[in-house]
């Protein structure tokens, strides 16, 4: 069998809508894109539906379909995907939470939600490295941090639920008391759930405790600064264990590229390979060409290699049309790049989003997004140039997310046969 | 209300991918079908999912879908696809086998695995009568002769178990001893299975012991054949009950006309009405014009004539697109043929495939399959030939195997409403 590959571009909120200042074009279809409209014209395309018609996705979940899995069954929240996006390897029956250092007072009162904004990644080692691991009543905890004052919080141990308060009080709320969820009257938990609140707040004075000691809070007050001597902690839910990608397609190799942690979680929660880049922001500007290249190294070790491009949502959100043109024909040169690599006749192309962004809504929208597959012997439709209203008349027009990667996965030869 | 009749062509893995001695066209593209295209013209077209977009199908779960089932609410395997192909009616918790006349020693070893190739008819006849409906414990064996050494086998009775480890060794394995699977130390199967397995050893070793005796191997022996004294089996599973196709569609009258037996078979077990001749060979060379005859005798009968035909399959697995567009040709002679008949204006048609077989990849793929409608009434749409490119712009594009039949069965007036 030959060594097939792929190179799958996710470029995020990509999908648009006409834009008046773009003489009613979108984004895609006002940028110069010379590159993907031959792998267009050469393919097939179409509008494809990250998780189903008429429905609006967040990032997490368009990329959960995108991978070729349906949300509904597991999703439990950001909790589990930060923790798997700070390397936390999850196990069925934990529950996660997002967490921030912070700095309370001797009444447990909020004085600053970010601890000063900590940042110094050596002092923030140090205080997770002297609570993490901890054990108390047959339950564990397991901290990892992420960026700045972020970190992940995971209670493990049997009979836990994932269905709690915030201890968090708000982003508007410093100088209020932290919140015990156990001791909040009206809260009306499961047995499972009241028994991990019990815990959770057991782990979180025992942090207040120790921390309330440490040198690096010491040196920090000497030095004017707020002390990180608690972690407020909110999302709560049990842990999302879906199965792993390689269960329905055996030993495919999947890379995963993004400067965005929150991808790379994804995709590690489904047995991908993460990488990432000091240069890879996750922003508007980003290491495009990095990126690129990064694929072109990996791309003789695995199947299918994703690249994550964050640039074109944020433009979606801002409003910045000519801008989220800009970076779509950055895209076009990622792809230019790969074209002119030795072999790349051989290889899969394919592009699409986790969801629209339309610059006039500033925010998510349920639009299908524009999306295509190129590569050897895929069938070649009537579609010309990549664009919202061209790929309408693809052959991949109204697939699913997963549908497209089942369809790329069975371009690669990984697909089962139902029956015989 | 009218007598509406419908003709519906299968082409087994019709769908194909560009071929580049093709110019880059698709066998059925490359393929001359005036009748087809004027159908096409005429009617609504489409690349429909037999299961779901992106899913790989087999010749026997593409089919259940084609006539309207989901495959994944009873599918148990061959098994019970060659007990309903034999002729065997299967009722809820029979447990059916693929069987191979053999031939062992005494000690039970495998001397040849095909009885040596035994097809005499009346042999296979007389051996059989000699054993089936054999009644042990309150469980009875069935058996049905299929072409040449295959056997249908069949154990019914209470309390029985469908995952049964196979008697027959194994295809490479001639010399080595028949498995007896509840003497298999690592097996740990159900009390359904263990006793499953347990009847149909004692079965086995009964059978074995009648055919020692059989006048008919006594013969084989004198002349210098060997003989057919066990019955090797494969593949066991729950019998496959689906619902009557009458339940859905009250009173409709299904014919299926098809020289594999697979196809009958599948057919059987909806409740259609399975044709054959001894010309319809399921392979390369059949007798195109003998089954579109076949189909017109039939029509008075029927509401609905489903129409088989293998060889497009065979020239994918086999990379032979020249031969396939040949065979798509002698296709549009069938379709030539029904349409010259008297009264054919007042008759649908409707043409797809349980798969796609690209020839490049020799096997089957996900691809969607190119299908059309056409006869009275029937919506017209922009597609105007027929081939994998032209269909993505019609009216069924993107339907499933099963919305296709729920189509045709609408047009002929069986649909039930939902509602009121």
Known sequence: M????????????????????????????????PTLDQLVAN????LVHPYRAGTRCGTDWGHLCLFGY????????????????????????????????????????????????????????????????MEMDGYQLLLKPLTEHRVAVVVRGKGLGGKLPDTDPGTACEGEKVVNPAAINSWKGTDEDRRTAEMLWKFLMEINRIW?????????????????NFILTRGSGKAMVPPAFTE??????????????TITGIGRMCGFDGYSKESFTGGFETDYMGKAKMAMELLPNYDLVIVHVKGTDLCGHDNLPFKKAEIIEQI??????????????????AMTADHSTPCCRRDHSADPVPSFMAGPDVRKDAVEAYGERACA??????YTGAQLMATIMDYLWFSKKYGA
Chains 1, 2 share one sequence.
């Open 2 to 33: 030959e060594n097939r590959k792929c190179i799958f571009l996710i470029a995020d909120g990509l999908g648009d809508r006409p834009v008046k200042e773009m003489n009613h074009k979108t984004p895609l279809e006002y940028a110069k894109t």
């Open 393 to 398: 008349e693809g052959i991949i027009d109204q």
């Open 43 to 46: 393919g097939m395309a179409g």
């Open 212 to 228: 309330s000691e440490s040198p690096v809070n010491k040196k920090r007050i000497e030095n004017g600064q707020l002390p990180a």
């Open 332 to 349: 076009d040169g990622m792809f230019r790049y790969w074209m002119e690599q030795e072999g790349s006749e051989n290889w899969y192309f």
């Open 70 to 133: 349906d949300p509904e069954k597991f999703y439990t929240g950001r909790g589990s995907i930060e923790a798997y996006s700070a390397g936390l390897e999850l196990q069925e029956g934990d529950v996660a939470f997002r967490g921030n250092l912070a700095t309370i007072d001797e009444n447990l009162c909020v004085v600053d939600r970010r601890a000063g904004r900590i940042s110094d990644t050596e002092e923030i080692n140090q205080l997770i490295a002297e609570v993490n691991g």
């Open 248 to 261: 329905q397609y055996p030993n495919a190799k999947v890379a995963v590229i993004a400067g965005d942690e």
